[in-house]
């Protein structure tokens, strides 16, 4: 076998970067179960008329068959899911009887997509998604919930400083509507495009496809420049003397969960009432959100959500969600590359235990086993070489500290040197303890500060 | 969508079963790691010409092609992978100029083969391996060392006894060679059929296939009953009178290893030299594995490895390997479906946040907020039910404790009740804590006692 080469689109770390990763998730996962969402992993296969029901993903689905399949009946009509929204529903629908609602869950996994590789956009690629799912109605402050739970998780990472930015659908339908807009919808279309058109051709779509006049364009348009961090969006709303029923529920919505984020806005986590996101909007019935890395704008969103009203539904039962989904691969892979992030060491071990001579490596292992009865990390030197190449082994590997078991001619003295500043000192295997911070690999941003 | 049905051969767990499967693949990356084992992912696909390498497994593979696809080339010539040693091999082919030799690795994921289900054997599954990797030679004590690692790994589970089976290529090769076999090769091929065929009929087969007289025949049968939990098997080889220079090697070797994990060997855990065992021993050179499940022997192995002299190679440099695999879901899909394996409760939540009415959830929330920060799993009640509800709310969620923040009409104390024997204290949020076994779901096992 030749030397293989990456293959586009799938992703893979070394074991320094690896740290990282199982840093971040593992720090999502202590957030997520601290807000009592329960943990579930879903099969990475779904029917492929559950994966086409949104006719846009159809073409990046990879579809799954047997090498020696003879009929194409078996696993014709299974693929790869491309989200944890999907097969989230259909988990729902198919434990039903057997869930708890409301249900909290979150789900960290991979999935994947056949669409074009691109910085930060993968054809595997791993998602962490928190949800609150309920029967028939889902009170309005599970919206708030969800925003406090993935703002807490994602400020907690050492990642560059993430907006959340939010916005209602009922807030600008209303609005729509309050204007006397003939098809919200299709103004709704039109104002997503603000991010590629100038303002001037957005104002000239909203008369010639959605049959606006001049002054409701405007308006239209006005709003969409609304942005702020915290309620005082709603009296610049106010000031444009719009009103309708479906616009005071959506302000009153989007001011609570602005409100129950905004005590972690800061250096780390910024919150953002921001009127002109349209992320899917036809897709979701309220509250939407949107995170993006500050610096990383080119990455576009790294997370996204917002309530849909009918997450699921069997015909007789109604499923409403809301939830967020954060990108890890999207997030991280790009900041690993371009060197921001790495783990402290590419091993475990705080710890590596000489071997004085083959005959006395069970007097190292022993010594190991003392260490790591305590949760000390610990390998065994691999050969018994001279000291200074065993030291060198730990130096390539960043092992913090080198322990030397007593030699035959000193029967009791263990010593233990910290192989950074060469301080070497007498030690007892079974109470010499690491600093906390050099017990696990940790993650060094290098250029972090810069940026933020 | 009406009613989705499961799918044959992909388990899914309910959240208080994820609890179970999350508990065990932490306990054991935590063994690993304590041992100095890096964490590594690969992706989930492979070249087609990679997965086919081992012609037996080629009916197995899942195939992948994105929907769209028009040409045959695209995806054609990737498919999932079967196990975790294919990739892992690929890995340090692909990466040898970034990784630190030996480099020892473990790998928590999911494969996928096209096999038809049955009780352990899934289409979509859990692995857990270790494998230490070296270029051009591996020292013979890393036998030893994953012996030992996976030994305390699955003795920490809380699941049946495990028995770790141990035998040696070299040892029984070595036999074979000293008794003038004409092929050793094809003598192994037999001896592995003894789990089928009775000792007569695999005696014929010796001398019909294997071209050994009688008395050849019988010394070979005669080593395959050879088992013991320590060195003791050395005596017995001998006794049988055969000498060899491979044979001695194997001995050493094997007695090494059993001697490495002896001290394991319990209640829990159970080692056995056992010279009939043949595990695809045309792949591996020295040591080889198996685990099995006492009580589940239907299940026949739920783990295995080895020694391989070439686990990769580059036509310049060859890597070595050993290591041994686990199967998470092989072992725990069972025990799980036979009502042997539970969560303790299907959320994270130790506490539930009472909330006397909605206007006051703020307060809630707060209680919540301040449980959280010192590491408290914590949710709040969804409605201002009437209290009995709310109660009934935690209970079946298996939720241990219900707090009560002050109403306004008493406004500084706080309450909190165990709903198991419904006492109630006054309790501070800031100072309060639960057992520690409530404070996370924990693994019950409800009739393994009698099992075991």
Known sequence: MSKP????????????????????????RRTFSLHGFAEIETRAVEPLDQ??????????????????????EGHAGMGLHFDLTVPFARYVLENAGKLEFPFRRYQVQKAWRGERPQEGRFREFTQADIDVVMKDELPFH?????ARVMAEAISALPLPPMTLRINNRKLIEGFYRGIGAPDPAKVITVIDKLDKLSTDEVAALLVTDAGLDDAQA??????????????????QVRALGV???????????????????????GDRF??????????????????????????????????????????ASDGKTTYPGVGISFGISRTLIPLIARGHLRGSRP??????????????????NQVAQRLRARGIPTEVAPSAQKLGKQIRYAERRGIPFVWFPPTAADETVHQVKDIRDGNQV????????PPTQDLHPTIVSTTLEELS
Do not use: N
Not at 270 to 286: E, F, I, K, P
Not at 426 to 433: G, L, V
């Open 5 to 28: 080469t990456p293959l586009s689109g799938f992703p893979e770390l070394l074991p320094s970067e690896r740290v990282v990763e199982r840093t971040v998730a593992d720090s999502l």
């Open 243 to 265: 009103e309708h029923e479906l616009l005071e529920t959506g302000l009153a919505e989007l001011a609570a969960v602005v409100d129950g984020v905004s005590d972690l806005d």
């Open 51 to 72: 994966l086409l029901r949104k006719g846009e993903t159809s073409k990046e689905v990879y579809v799954l068959r047997r090498l020696q399949e003879t009929s194409e």
């Open 347 to 364: 091993v475990p071990s705080a710890v590596l235990v000489a071997v004085w001579d083959e005959d006395s490596r069970t007097v190292s």
């Open 270 to 311: 910024s919150v953002r009432a921001q009127l002109s996101l349209a992320r899917g909007l036809d897709y979701y019935t309220g509250t939407v959100f949107e995170i993006s890395m500050d610096g990383f704008e080119s990455l576009k969103s790294v997370g996204g959500g917002g309530r849909y009203d009918a997450l």
């Open 218 to 235: 405007a308006s239209c348009l006005e709003l969409a420049t609304i942005t702020a961090a915290d309620g005082s969006f709603v009296e």
């Open 426 to 433: 007498e030690a007892d295997p079974d109470a010499w303890q």
């Open 142 to 146: 599970f919206d708030v919930e969800v």
